[in-house]
């Protein structure tokens, strides 16, 4: 039986992710923890550590407590709060991963997942159908950590065999977490207040198209990527994943459907430079050939599955 550890758990996705990996494997199985406590944000009870992931010795500790064989690695500072604090996401990003990476190599860990993003391309990347193995030079210092993590990642594959999986997400759409400082997190604040005030101010222009993802497909992907046998990858820690891509407008079309006298209008700010450095489009063939990933929610299920959610949650 799998022991794993989350770190980053109270986050957008590592939530979300500890609930599913806890009902696959068991909630005595999966570890979570974060900067606090994170036992009962989680909505599942299952053992729960604070860990400071700049603390080597406490990852280690835990990990040998638990006996864990598999760690989920999601602690990091998003891109929008990277722009405002860039040494704490260099910190956060840079050193939290090689601390995990090395917990993993002198403990022997089966494995280890850890998402990247489309934030590790930049403007001088193909902006349509980005192809998963191309030039990459973020603009972002997330996206600079989210390259070197990437190639950290390999690099331990490669050097020292430690077994480190990746995928490249794009924006995350989820109606059971806020935002954790995301550029694409206008996509998940415009339902709340479409439902609550029929009106929102988008902080990206109306023609920014980005990939983005429903929640139940990205869990999906990283879990599906860390079943699938080694010998079928190719890549390792840099796997492009898509769903869909839209714009502003369009989700607001989309809305407006269901919701006739919702409108949207536009204040772009210092996110847009972010979001225009990324692409439009993701070429995930390679996932989909070595592992075998597809995604089941479009824009048009998304929509409808967040409208009722967030509509039972502020009711």
């Known amino acids: 039986m799998k022991r794993i ?5 109270l986050g957008q996705i590592g939530s979300e ?11 005595d199985n999966v ?7 994170p036992c009962a944000e989680t909505k599942a009870a299952g053992p729960c550590e604070i860990i400071d992931v700049l ?3 406490a990852l280690d500790a835990v990990v040998k407590h638990y006996k864990v064989d598999t760690i989920y690695h999601l602690g990091a500072i998003l891109s929008a709060v990277g722009e405002k604090n860039p040494q704490l996401a ?10 995990v990476l090395e917990v993993a190599r002198e403990q022997k860990l089966e494995r280890v997942l850890v998402p990247s993003s489309i934030a590790a391309f ?3 990347s193909p902006k349509n159908n980005t192809p998963n193995d191309t030039i990459q030079r973020p603009t972002s210092m997330y ?13 331990y594959v490669k050097r020292f065999g430690v077994d480190v999986r990746g995928v490249r997400y794009p924006g995350i759409i989820s109606y059971k977490t806020l935002p954790g400082g995301g550029t694409t997190d206008y996509a998940i604040d415009i339902f709340y207040e479409a439902l609550k005030n029929k009106k929102y101010t988008s902080f990206l222009g109306p023609d920014s198209r ?3 993802m429903f929640m139940s497909d990205a869990i999906k992907s990283i879990m599906d990527l860390a079943e699938a046998p080694f010998e079928s990858l190719k890549h390792h820690a840099d796997y492009n994943v898509a769903a869909v891509s839209f714009t502003p407008q369009e989700l607001a079309d989309a809305i407006k459907k269901r919701i006739p006298e919702f409108e949207i209008s536009y204040e772009p700010d210092y996110r847009q430079e972010i979001a225009d450095s990324w692409p439009a489009s993701l070429d995930d063939s390679c996932a989909r050939e070595e592992w075998g990933w597809s995604h089941e929610y479009g824009l048009e299920e998304m929509v409808d599955i967040m409208l009722e959610k967030i509509q039972e949650k502020l009711s």
């Open 5 to 9: 550890l989350v770190t980053g758990a």
């Open 143 to 155: 996206g600079v950590t989210k390259v070197a993590g990437e190639l950290l990642g390999n690099y």
């Open 31 to 37: 570890v979570a923890s974060d900067l606090q406590e």
């Open 122 to 124: 930049g403007p001088d």
């Open 17 to 27: 992710l500890t609930d599913a990996l806890r009902d696959k494997y068991g909630k």
């Open 210 to 212: 980005l990939p983005m």
């Open 55 to 57: 603390d080597k010795n």
């Open 90 to 99: 260099y910190q956060v990003n840079m050193n939290g991963l090689f601390n």
